[in-house]
C-alpha cells in the first residue's frame, strides 16, 4: 500500500513540476524497478532525477512489517558511485558489500541476482566475498536462463577448491549437463573446467563424456575441452586411458571447430606428458599427417606442426614423411607464425641433420625465408628470425653466414632483447676471417661517445661474448695474437662495468701459453702500470686488470729491461698507490716488486762505485717500500712483505760490503728455454778474476724469482695423478693415539723446575693403543682418574674443573662424577675410492669455405704440463665455460594448477603381454616336437633301409596380437600341420615337398 501512495505522489510531483519523459522513466525504473532503465541520459538530467527523488516522502517503517524496503542499486550504479569517490572509495565499497549483504537475505531470486553480479564485480576488485556462496548456489539453481547465467559467473570467480558448499553444486551441475537447452549445458561445461576439483571430476566424468557424442558441434567443442581439465585433475590416470579411444574420435569429426578442440586437446596433453609418454601419442600420426596436408586452418596447422616436432625425435620415419608437406607449407603460406613454427619444427626435430641434398635444399629455403622476417618491421619476427638462425649456426654456419649484414645490423638495435640475441648469433658466427670486424664492431658500442646509452648489463654481455670467441677451441680464431693482446688492453680502458677478473685472468693466459706475444704484453701492461691514473677509484681499469698487468711485468720483467722501462714500473710500484688496492693485489705487487728489483741489479755492468751506489740506493727503497706492507691487515701480504724484507736485508748487506774493484759479470748469458739470466763471473771464465755484484743477489735472488719458466698447467692434471698403491688411508697416522689426557712427569730432584720451565719440564707419556687396558676394573680407572685430577688440579697449564663448570663444558667432571671416555665407541672412517670418467670431447664438424682465409701467424704456444704416469681412463674434463649460470625463480603456482607427471608413464595400448609371451613359447615347443618325432623317424628308416620321410618343410605360422588364434601362410590361407600322417589332422588336397632317402640318396616327392 505505502508503494501504491507513493507512486501517486509521484504523479502529483509529476502535475506540480513537468519533467521530462525520458527522465520520468528513469524515476520510476530506480523506485519500482517497472520499466527498463534509459541508457542515453545526460549528466545534468541525472542529477535532475536525484533532484526530484530528494522531494520525494520515505516510506514509514512499522515494526510490525517483515520485508523492509531497501533502495536497491545496480551494478551500473555501483561502478558510477565507485568512480565519483576516488581517490577514497574504501568507505562506499564497505557501505555497498553491507547492502548487498542484505540484499542476498531476500526472499526475491532477482535482487539476488543483481547482488551477486555486484559482488563479483567487487571480487574482482579485490574484496573477499567468500560469505555470499549460498546465496551463489540459490542463483545457480534459477529456472530463468538471465539469472542462471549469473550465478554460474558467480560460482566460477568466487567458489574455491575447499569451498563447502561445492558439493551441493554436483546434482545441479548433472541437471544442466543433461538439459535439452544448449545454452545451459554450455554453462554447466564451462563452470565444470573451472570447478573441475576431485570429488566434482569423478562424480561428473561419465556426463562430460557421453556429451562428446552430442548432436550440437559446439557442445562437443565445449566437452572436449572441458575434459581436458577433468584429465588434469585426475590423480590417476583411468580418466585418460578411458577417454582416449573418443578423443581420437573426434580428430576425423565432420565439424572443423572441433576437430580443432580436439587437436588441441591432444597437444596439449602429448606436450605435458614429456619424453617417456609421448610415445604413446604415435597411434595419431596418420590422423594428424592427413590434416596436415589437407586442412587449411593456420592455427590447427601450428598445433601440428608442433606435435610433430616432438615426436620426429621419438620415430625417425616420421622425418622423411614429412620433407613434402612442410616444404610445401614454407613455400606457400602466407601467416608468418605457421612459417616460423614450420622452420623451428625442420631445425629442432633433425630434418637438417641428415646433410643430404633434401636436408640442404630444406636448409637453404628456410635461411632464405628467415631474411625476410629482418626486412619485415615487427619487432617480434626479427627477434624469433636471430632465435632459429641461432639453432642453424652449428648445422649450417656457411648459410647463416650469407646474411651476416642483417644480422650486424640487428646488433645496433633499438630493442636491447634484439641486440643481445643478435651478440649470442653473432659471437657463434665468428671464425678467422670474421672475428676482426666483429670485435671491432662491438667494441664501438662501448665507447663513451656512441650515440645509444646502453646499460650495464649489456656492456658486460659484450665483454664475455669477445673473450668466448677469442677463446673458442683453443683461439682457433685468434690469428695475430699481438693484436689479441691490443683488445684485451683496449677493453680494459674502455669498459667501465666489473669485468676486471675475466680480463685479468686472460692477460695471464695468453702471456703464459704463447710465447711469442710476452714482449708485446709487457709493453703494454709496462704502460697501465706506470700510468698512476689507473689507480684512482672509478677512473682506472680496475684493480684486477692493474694485479694482472704487475703480474705480467715482474714474471716476464727481462723484456723491461730491453724496452727501457723498468725503472719507470718499479718507481709507480714503489709509490704509496698501490697501497689503495685490495690486499690480493697488494700481494702480487710485492712479488712482481722483487722480480724486478733482481732482474735491474743483476744486468751485466761493471760493478764500479757508480753502479755499486745505484743498487744500493735502489735495495734501500725497495726494501723501504717493502716495509710498508708488513702492517696490512691481510695475512698472505703479511707473510710475502715480511719474506721480501728479510731477503732485501740480507741483499743490502752484501752490496753493501762488496768492494768496487772490478766488474765481476762480464757478460749474462740468457737461457732462451727459460726467459732466465745466468750470471757468468770472470772467475769462472778465468783464474784470478776480481770481485763484483754479490753472490747473492746475482744468482741466489736471480735463481730464486726467475729459475724455473712458468708453464700453463691443464684443467685435468690433478684429477690424473695416480694414487700411490703404498698409500693407505685406511691405516693409522704414526702410532695409535691415546684417548686419555697427557701425564706430565715431574723431576722428583727438583720441584720448582717445573714451574720455571713447564716446556721442558712437562714430558707428553704416550699411553698407547686404547685397547691396552681393556683388562682394567672400573674401580681402577676411578682410582686413576680422582689420582689424576689430584695431580693437575694445581696444573696452570690445564684447565681445572671449576672452570669447566663455569663454562658448561664437561658437567659430569664438573660435579666430582667420574666421566668414562673409554665408553666411547671408536668409529673407522674410511673414504671410498671414487671413479672419475672421462668425458669425450666433441668433435666439431666443419664445412670448407670457398673464400680464402687469412694467413695465421705462427706463434709458439707452450704445451700444458701433466703429472708423470698419469692414468687417461680416470681423466675427467671439467666445464671449462666462463658464463655463470643463473638461477631460475619457480614461478608461483595457479590456483587451479595440476600436477601432470603422472602422465609421463601412460600406456593407452595395454594389452595381456604374458598371455602374448605364453602362446610364442607354446608354439615354440610345437615346433621342436614336430622336429624330434621327424628326426626319430628318419633315423628308424635308416635303421630299417627303407624309404622313409625324413624331413617335411613346416609352414611357417605368425602369432596375431589375438588370444588363441593362429594364422598360417599356406597357400590358401589354411593351417598347414608339420608332419604327415599325425592323429587328428586334416589331409591336404594339395602336394606338400616331402623329402625321403632311398638306397642312399635323396629323392625330392
Not at 547482488?115 to 576488485?125: E, H, R, S, W
Not at 684486477?544 to 718499479?570: F, I, K, M, T
Request: with cysteine; hydrophobic share 40%; proline share 5%.
Amino acid at each position: 500500500m505505502q508503494l501504491i501512495g507513493l507512486k501517486k505522489k509521484l504523479e502529483v510531483l509529476q502535475e506540480e513540476h513537468p519533467l521530462p519523459r525520458t527522465l520520468q522513466l528513469t524515476i520510476e525504473h530506480l523506485l519500482f524497478g517497472e520499466r527498463e532503465p534509459v541508457c542515453a541520459m545526460t549528466t545534468a538530467r541525472v542529477a535532475d532525477a536525484g533532484a526530484a527523488y530528494l522531494y520525494l516522502p520515505r516510506p514509514k517503517l512499522t515494526a510490525n512489517r517483515s520485508v523492509t524496503m531497501v533502495f536497491e542499486k545496480s551494478l551500473y550504479d555501483l561502478i558510477r558511485g565507485i568512480r565519483s569517490h576516488t581517490p577514497n572509495h574504501h568507505p562506499y565499497i564497505l557501505r555497498s558489500l553491507s547492502e548487498a549483504r542484505t540484499e542476498t537475505r531476500s526472499t526475491s531470486l532477482s535482487t539476488k541476482t543483481e547482488a551477486v553480479l555486484k559482488l563479483v564485480y567487487l571480487q574482482m576488485l579485490g574484496y573477499d566475498v567468500g560469505w555470499s556462496s549460498f546465496a551463489i548456489v540459490e542463483v545457480m539453481s534459477s529456472t530463468r536462463y538471465k539469472e542462471k547465467r549469473v550465478g554460474y559467473l558467480g560460482a566460477v570467480e568466487v567458489f574455491r577448491e575447499g569451498t563447502d558448499v561445492l558439493m551441493l553444486t554436483t546434482n545441479l551441475i548433472k541437471k544442466d549437463l543433461s538439459s535439452s537447452n544448449p545454452m545451459e549445458v554450455s554453462l554447466a561445461i564451462n563452470a565444470l573446467s573451472h570447478l573441475s576439483s576431485s570429488s566434482l571430476s569423478t562424480d561428473l566424468f561419465p556426463d562430460l563424456l557421453s556429451l562428446l557424442s552430442h548432436s550440437r558441434p559446439q557442445i562437443r567443442k565445449r566437452a572436449l575441452l572441458a575434459l581436458y581439465r577433468l584429465i588434469l585433475s585426475s590423480s590417476t590416470s583411468s580418466y585418460l586411458r578411458t577417454a582416449w579411444p573418443r578423443i581420437k574420435e573426434r580428430l576425423e569429426d565432420e565439424d572443423g571447430s572441433v576437430v580443432g578442440a580436439a587437436v588441441q586437446v591432444v597437444c596439449e596433453l602429448a606436450q605435458k606428458s614429456g619424453e617417456g609418454g609421448r610415445r604413446e601419442w604415435l597411434d595419431c600420426a596418420p590422423v594428424m599427417y592427413g590434416l596436415l596436408r589437407g586442412s587449411e586452418n593456420n592455427w590447427m596447422l601450428i598445433k601440428i606442426v608442433k606435435l610433430f616436432a616432438s615426436l620426429m625425435p621419438l620415430e625417425p620415419r616420421l622425418i622423411k614423411k614429412l620433407y613434402g608437406p612442410l616444404t610445401t607449407l614454407i613455400k606457400t603460406t602466407p601467416a608468418m607464425s605457421l612459417l616460423y613454427e614450420c622452420i623451428h619444427t625442420a631445425i629442432v626435430g633433425g630434418m637438417l641433420d641428415a646433410r643430404d641434398e633434401a636436408a640442404d635444399e630444406l636448409a637453404e629455403l628456410c635461411t632464405s625465408k628467415l631474411r625476410t622476417f629482418f626486412e619485415d618491421g615487427d619487432q617480434n619476427l626479427k627477434y624469433l628470425a636471430l632465435y632459429a638462425m641461432s639453432k642453424m649456426t652449428t648445422l649450417y654456419p656457411a648459410l647463416v653466414a650469407e646474411h651476416t649484414d642483417v644480422i650486424l645490423g640487428c646488433v645496433d638495435d633499438s630493442d636491447i632483447s634484439i641486440r643481445l640475441r643478435a651478440l649470442e648469433l653473432v659471437s657463434g658466427m665468428a671464425s678467422l676471417r670474421t672475428l676482426p670486424d666483429i670485435v671491432k664492431r662491438l667494441m664501438l658500442q662501448l665507447l663513451p661517445t656512441y650515440s645509444t646509452p646502453l646499460p650495464m648489463h649489456y656492456w658486460v654481455e659484450v665483454v664475455e661474448r669477445v673473450l668466448e670467441m677469442c677463446m673458442r677451441n683453443g683461439y682457433e680464431n685468434v690469428g695475430n695474437f699481438e693484436w689479441y693482446v691490443a683488445v684485451l688492453i683496449d677493453l680494459a680502458k674502455i669498459a667501465k662495468v666489473d669485468v676486471g677478473g675475466l680480463l685479468g685472468a686472460e692477460m695471464r693466459n695468453v702471456c703464459v701459453r704463447v710465447r711469442n706475444v710476452r714482449g708485446v704484453a709487457v709493453e703494454g701492461m709496462s704502460a697501465l702500470v706506470a700510468d698512476r691514473g689507473q689507480y684512482r677509484d672509478g677512473d682506472g681499469v680496475g684493480p684486477e686488470v692493474l694485479g694482472a698487468a704487475a703480474w705480467v711485468c715482474g714474471e716476464y720483467s727481462p723484456y723491461l729491461l730491453e724496452q727501457n722501462r723498468a725503472l719507470d714500473v718499479l718507481d709507480t710500484l714503489l709509490s704509496p698507490a698501490p697501497h689503495a688496492l685490495p690486499a690480493l693485489q697488494q700481494a702480487v705487487f710485492i712479488t712482481s716488486i722483487l722480480k724486478i728489483y733482481t732482474r735491474y741489479v743483476s744486468t751485466p755492468r761493471e760493478w764500479n762505485p757508480a753502479w755499486k751506489s745505484e743498487v744500493e740506493l735502489w735495495t734501500a727503497k725497495v726494501l723501504g717500500a717493502v716495509e710498508g706492507y708488513v702492517r696490512s691487515g691481510d695475512v698472505e701480504v703479511q707473510g710475502r712483505s715480511v719474506e721480501g724484507c728479510a731477503l732485501l736485508r740480507v741483499a743490502l748487506e752484501h752490496v753493501h760490503n762488496a768492494p768496487a774493484r772490478k766488474s765481476g759479470y762480464d757478460s749474462l748469458e740468457r737461457d732462451e728455454g727459460t726467459d732466465a739470466f745466468a750470471a757468468v763471473s770472470d772467475g769462472e771464465k778465468e783464474e784470478g778474476g776480481g770481485e763484483g755484484l754479490p753472490r747473492f743477489v746475482g744468482e741466489v735472488l736471480v735463481g730464486l724469482f726467475g729459475g724455473y719458466e712458468l708453464n700453463p698447467v691443464a684443467q685435468t692434471a690433478q684429477s690424473r695423478v695416480p694414487v700411490p698403491q703404498e698409500l693407505d688411508l685406511d691405516g693409522w697416522i704414526g702410532e695409535a693415539w691415546s684417548l686419555e689426557p697427557p701425564e706430565l712427569v715431574q723431576d722428583d730432584d727438583d720441584e720448582e723446575s717445573y714451574y720455571e720451565d713447564p716446556r721442558s719440564a712437562a714430558v707428553v707419556v704416550d699411553k698407547g693403543s686404547p685397547h691396552e687396558d681393556e683388562g682394567i676394573t672400573k674401580e681402577e680407572r676411578e682410582r686413576r682418574a680422582a689420582e689424576r685430577r689430584e695431580r693437575l688440579k694445581d696444573d696452570p697449564f690445564y684447565i681445572p674443573t671449576a672452570a669447566a663448570a663455569n663454562t658448561g663444558l664437561l658437567s659430569d667432571q664438573a660435579r666430582g662424577e667420574y666421566f668414562d671416555v673409554d665408553s666411547i665407541p671408536i668409529v673407522e672412517l674410511s673414504l671410498e675410492d671414487v671413479e672419475h670418467e672421462g668425458k669425450k670431447e666433441k668433435k666439431v664438424r666443419r664445412k670448407k669455405r670457398g673464400h680464402q682465409s687469412p694467413e695465421r701467424q705462427e706463434v709458439q704456444m707452450v704445451e700444458e704440463e701433466m703429472p708423470e704416469g698419469y692414468e687417461p681412463e680416470h681423466a675427467s674434463t671439467p666445464s671449462t665455460s666462463t658464463r655463470s649460470s643463473r638461477p631460475t625463480t619457480q614461478a608461483q603456482k595457479s590456483l587451479f594448477a595440476f600436477d601432470t607427471s603422472r602422465l609421463k608413464s601412460l600406456d593407452f595400448a595395454k594389452e595381456d603381454e604374458e598371455e602374448i609371451e605364453a602362446e610364442r613359447l607354446r608354439l615354440e615347443r610345437e615346433r621342436a616336437e614336430r622336429r624330434r618325432v621327424a628326426k626319430e623317424r628318419a633315423m628308424a628308416a635308416a635303421a630299417a633301409a627303407q624309404p622313409t620321410v625324413v624331413a617335411v618343410v613346416p609352414d611357417v605360422v605368425e602369432v596375431t596380437r589375438k588370444k588363441g588364434k593362429k594364422k598360417g601362410k599356406t597357400g590358401k590361407g589354411k593351417v598347414g600341420e608339420g608332419v604327415e600322417g599325425g592323429e587328428g589332422e586334416k589331409k591336404k588336397s594339395r602336394k606338400k615337398r616331402v623329402v625321403v632317402e632311398e638306397g642312399g640318396e635323396e629323392v625330392e616327392v
